[in-house]
């Protein structure tokens, strides 16, 4: 069966904050652009988590009656605190400046995306949920054509079923990717068009969250709190959040940089022995857990920004690497990107046989006030590859002496590199859950509302069968096992022990794609499953 297609002047491939904004202002500028956004998840917002703490500077930019058109900001940040946690202590810090929320709101990042949907909507976008770009596609002289979304109803074995809907091209004059952290296509017009050329190595985090009720008598709306410490050891990147929003409800987190060295770590379960932390134990205790998800986020900062633009299209908000680290916000960056990037692409669009290229869009940015706060605070990151102590004497002289200003940029390297063989590391003894405010990943997956068409090929491809018993089990005690929070990776055996095999239950992934990322010789193809498969995420 041949596929269909469908004309626009602009596709915008992923439905989340940078992509709707986008293609909002896109509208705003010319309402007669024919405008489209193209979401893999169920709904506009389903596959959307962050904290969140939201800075409206750019929000204000994009629609100044925010308020009246009532997007969902309804908790101001009123406290700020900043700990360091030993395993049984906890010691306020003083709080960086880059971390004062005061103007900033606790959101539901998947609420405000919702209701940016809505916005784009209202103003004549079409949104097609459930839909997820697959293919890049090109014209004769190698310029982006558009994107064409997966087949639907392919069986487990490659073959069509009787199910089976070809997938439709969507043909574009300029398409926007904005796919968020480590995008499946975004990767390939990385190789295609060497868009990392002139930039460092990106680097990484993962976040995992879940969302409790709590007691109200123990729940202060607009609270922040921030820590370092236990559970990770000083060579490791990472702490947590806990953000107290409306409704007696908190959103509880914890980020480990994926640069981690001992293959013995798991996040997941570093966050849920964080739970048990006296000062935090009580906080969680007599609540209710809601929901749970992960997501890896883009930390390389400025110096991993890649070319922006190339023929046919361009590169926003995650995808590209806007996140403010030091801030530990990236919707604000995401956005200005995407409206940045809407203004060229409109421009261009004008120009009767305009640049295929919209070179002006990376130009702009330069120009704006994103490209000066990221510039700011590029070696802050990086600075922690010296430890945690030594990352933050560093950060404090830059912040307080040099103010940004220093005349070296420090260097980041890929994530995948750093983890060390498995006899050169210690073991970490992980405690068991006990079900109040600890838990395991099959319960937590369950949670999260994650599904997918059982009978589909694995969107988790493997380059080299041979390679996760070769290897990963050899040389890293098989390392995807921990890193995945959703227990997507299970190394099987016989009952006596011997033939060890990888099983994948791509059922349970959560899209985070931190196996992506972590393998260490990068022998995982993270690619789009049918549309509409993943997390479905209530308010994360």
């Known amino acids: 069966m041949e596929r269909e297609s469908m004309e626009f002047d602009v596709v915008v491939v992923g439905g989340g904050p940078s992509g709707l904004t986008a293609a909002i202002r896109l509208k705003q500028i010319n309402a007669d652009l024919n405008v489209c956004v193209l979401e893999k998840g169920s709904e506009v917002g389903a596959h959307i988590l962050s904290g969140a703490v939201i800075e409206t500077r750019s929000l204000a930019e994009l629609f100044p009656d925010w308020k009246e058109r009532e997007a969902p900001l309804l908790t101001p940040a009123t406290d700020d605190r900043f700990m360091f946690l030993t395993q049984s202590k906890a010691i306020r810090l003083m709080t960086p400046p880059q971390m004062n929320n005061h103007g900033n709101y606790i959101v539901s990042l998947g609420n405000f995306t919702r209701w940016l949907g809505a916005q784009a909507e209202a103003l004549g976008v079409e949104i097609f949920a459930g839909f997820a770009a697959a293919e890049v596609l090109y014209n004769e002289d190698g310029s982006v054509k558009g994107v064409a979304t997966g087949d639907m109803g392919i069986g487990k074995d490659g073959q069509p079923t009787h199910n089976h809907t070809p997938g439709v091209e969507l043909w574009a004059r300029q398409t926007i990717f904005a796919e968020g952290c480590r995008g499946s296509l975004t990767k390939t017009l990385f190789e295609r068009f060497d868009l990392r050329a002139d930039c460092e190595d990106q680097t990484y985090g993962i976040g995992i969250k879940e ?84 997501r890896a986020l883009s930390e390389g900062g400025f110096q991993s920004v890649p070319k922006l633009s190339f023929p046919g299209g361009v590169l926003v908000g995650d995808t590209a690497g806007f996140l403010n680290v030091p801030k ?42 994103l490209w000066k706060e990221l510039h700011e605070v590029r070696n802050i990151r990086p600075s922690f590859h010296w430890g945690l102590w030594g990352g933050i004497a560093y950060s404090a002289l830059e912040t307080y002496v040099f103010k940004g200003k220093m005349p070296w940029t420090l260097h980041h390297q890929p994530d ?44 988790l491809r493997l380059r080299d069968a041979a390679v996760p018993i070769a290897i990963n089990l050899e040389h890293y005690d098989a390392p995807e096992q921990r890193y995945c929070p959703a227990g997507v990776y299970e190394i099987m055996r016989n009952d006596d022990g011997s033939n060890p095999r990888l099983q994948i239950n791509a059922q349970n992934c959560l899209h985070c794609k931190t196996c992506d990322i972590k393998d260490p010789t990068q022998n995982i193809n993270w690619v789009v499953p049918e549309g509409g498969g993943g997390p479905n995420y209530p308010n994360m």
């Not at 990037?341 to 305009?354: F, P, S």
């Not at 060390?420 to 079900?435: L, M, N, Q, T, V």
């Open 211 to 294: 969302l409790w009720e709590i007691d109200p008598a123990k729940h202060k709306a607009g609270t922040i709190i921030h820590t370092v410490g236990w559970p990770l050891d000083t060579q490791t990147y990472g702490g947590s959040f806990l953000y107290h929003l409306e409704n007696n409800q908190v959103a509880v987190g914890f980020v480990v940089g994926l640069d981690y060295a001992n293959p013995h770590l798991s996040p997941f379960d570093e966050f849920q022995r964080f739970k048990t932390h006296p000062a935090i134990r009580p906080i969680f205790e007599g609540g209710r857990r809601v929901s749970y998800g992960a």
């Open 328 to 369: 530990i916000k990236g919707t604000h960056t995401a956005m200005k990107s995407a409206m940045v990037a809407a203004e060229a692409v409109a421009e261009a669009l004008g120009h009767e046989g305009g640049s295929n290229e919209v070179t002006t869009y990376p130009e702009h940015l330069k120009k704006s006030w």
């Open 416 to 459: 995948h590199l750093a983890l060390k063989k498995a006899s050169e590391c210690p073991k970490i003894c992980y405690p068991k859950p006990d079900g109040v405010v600890s838990f395991d990943k099959l319960s937590s997956v369950f949670i999260s509302s994650t599904n997918h068409e059982e009978n589909q090929p694995a969107h």
